[in-house]
């Protein structure tokens, strides 16, 4: 079934492009279905924004439902390198989606990991937000930051900042075989990282965080189950493209930043050569898991999500 979203949004005809199936607005309405209602709480910078439109798009894209995908911004946060008018024409602030019910919300993270989450500048605004979805959106997912952020908000579970950018491709296990988060699951996948900080297993478990769906010996958990706020949290991309994580390391060795080759991406650790894709599979899985999750689980009447 297709995604629902504007026919004049960049991420739209990139899509369909790919053979992804896309609706637009005016489509949709002339259906009788209803559909899911998703909204993307899109925290990272312009270039990268656009990207995770596309990325999330193509997954929700190739689910059987039908996906009506709204962007979502925090109201008076601007990146600054974005336009206004992309903000105004594609997003809406959080004030103005308030008062509505949602059957699932995607929170990004972004690259303020060095920050303390009270130092960022819309951190006020995102626990209002955090305490929205449990009234107003039946399952939240938040991704990386976004994860980190609402483990915080909830559970007072600390981020720690690593030595050094966790970075690449690397091998986790399903440790719950038995999830419907997992269904399909191979006993270990690989998962593209990038972040300079982790959740320590540790932490977790003394807020009674007992569900840990997958993760590693190296960087800890991937993927927690947090029931009691219907919320699933992924500090790892399963979203990202082939190229993502060479677009990262080719923009931070152009800036001169120090930046290590990511682990088990290129082949032969050798930038000039196409990167592996070993993990498309498990994120249309996991994605699919959660929509059919929420299918599963969601009112049908959108006023009764959070009673």
């Not at 602030?93 to 819309?122: C, M, N, Q, W």
């Not at 699951?185 to 982790?198: A, H, L, N």
């Amino acid at each position: 079934m297709p995604i629902i979203l504007p026919s004049s949004l960049p991420a739209y005809g990139a899509l369909r492009d790919e053979g992804v199936m896309v609706m637009s607005d005016d489509q949709a309405r002339r259906q009788d279905i209803r559909p899911l209602r998703i909204g993307l709480l899109n925290l990272m910078p312009t270039k990268v924004r656009k990207q995770t439109e596309i990325q999330f798009g193509r997954l929700f894209g190739s689910t059987p439902l039908q996906i009506d995908l709204q962007l979502i911004r925090m109201t008076d946060f601007r990146p600054r390198d974005m336009a206004p008018d992309y903000l105004r024409v594609f997003y809406r602030p959080f004030s103005e989606v308030r008062k509505e019910k949602f059957d699932g919300l995607i929170i990004t993270g972004a690259p303020i990991e060095h920050l303390s989450f009270e130092e960022v500048t819309y951190w006020e605004e995102l626990q209002e937000v955090m305490q929205w979805t449990q009234s107003n959106v039946h399952s939240t997912f938040g991704v990386c930051w976004g994860g980190m952020a609402m483990l915080w908000h909830f559970h007072r579970v600390e981020k720690h900042m690593l030595p050094h950018k966790a970075f690449g491709c690397f091998r986790h296990r399903n440790l719950a075989p038995s999830s419907p988060y997992l269904r399909g699951f191979s006993d270990e996948c690989i998962v593209p990282v990038s972040r300079w900080t982790m959740v320590r297993k540790a932490d977790a478990d003394a807020k009674d965080l007992q569900t840990l769906l997958m993760g590693s010996e190296e960087l800890g958990p991937c993927l927690i189950q947090d029931s009691r706020h219907r919320a699933v949290y992924v500090f790892n991309h399963f979203e990202y493209d082939r190229n993502t994580l060479k677009g990262e390391y080719d923009r931070d060795i152009a800036a001169g930043k120090p930046i290590n080759l990511p682990g088990n991406y290129f082949p032969n650790d050798d930038p000039t050569m196409t990167p592996r894709n070993s993990w498309r599979s498990h994120g249309h899985l996991l994605y699919g898991n959660w929509i059919n999750e929420i299918y599963q689980t969601t009112p049908f009447d959108p006023d009764r999500i959070g009673c």
